[in-house]
């Protein structure tokens, strides 16, 4: 995949963490081509308007989705032990921008919610080829979920045991099956 030019690169990940940090509001185009170290003119090239900001934004958090989600099936542990490890990892160019794209949908950009809902189903399909069993596909991905926020409240990884709730898991999917 060809990456995408330095300067609009610049003004996406600028977009996102004035998003993340001070609100949708605050990220003018003015403030987004000052943060990313360009001209306003340099902004506009790229992106000719906020909503196009927006656009790229969620078309980015596309792409890292994408990225996620193979390396998920490509784990030799399984994406469930992916999603699950990985969701208390902090650092990472995904973070900021699946961030910004929440506080999107949190402003009522229905376009950055219809983006988390492709994200969160294209993880539970992932998750869902594993397991066979799509209630157990959901609640791993809303296992992950929670992992995430109880990382982010607690400043970092929160010392859950993957290899333990991996077992649980392993017990409801023999549950479901014997029932």
């Known amino acids: 995949m060809a990456r995408p030019p330095a300067a609009r ?9 004035i998003v993340v940090r001070d ?8 403030a987004v081509a000052r943060a990313a170290g360009i001209s306003k003119g340099g902004l506009l090239y790229h992106f000719g308007s906020k909503e196009a900001l927006v656009a790229g934004l969620l078309e980015h958090l596309a792409r890292l989705t994408e990225e996620d989600v193979a390396e998920m099936r490509a784990d030799p542990e399984g994406a469930t ?5 990985t969701s208390a990892q902090f650092g990472s160019d995904f973070e900021p921008v699946y961030i910004a794209t929440v506080n999107l ?6 376009e950055a919610r219809a983006a988390l809902r492709a994200a969160d189903t294209a993880w539970r399909e992932a998750v869902l080829d594993e397991v066979g069993d799509e209630a157990v596909a959901r609640a ?9 926020a109880h990382a ?27 029932s």
């Open 105 to 110: 949908a949190q402003a009522g950009y229905d």
């Open 81 to 85: 032990a992916h999603i699950l490890r």
């Open 152 to 178: 982010a409240v607690y400043g970092g990884p929160t010392g859950h045991d993957i290899a333990e709730l991996r077992g649980l898991i392993a017990q409801l999917l023999a549950a479901r099956r014997d």
């Open 140 to 148: 791993i991905v809303l296992l992950s979920d929670g992992i995430y």
């Open 9 to 17: 690169q610049r003004a996406l990940d600028a977009f996102a963490h």
């Open 23 to 30: 609100g949708e509001r605050a990220a003018a185009l003015e």
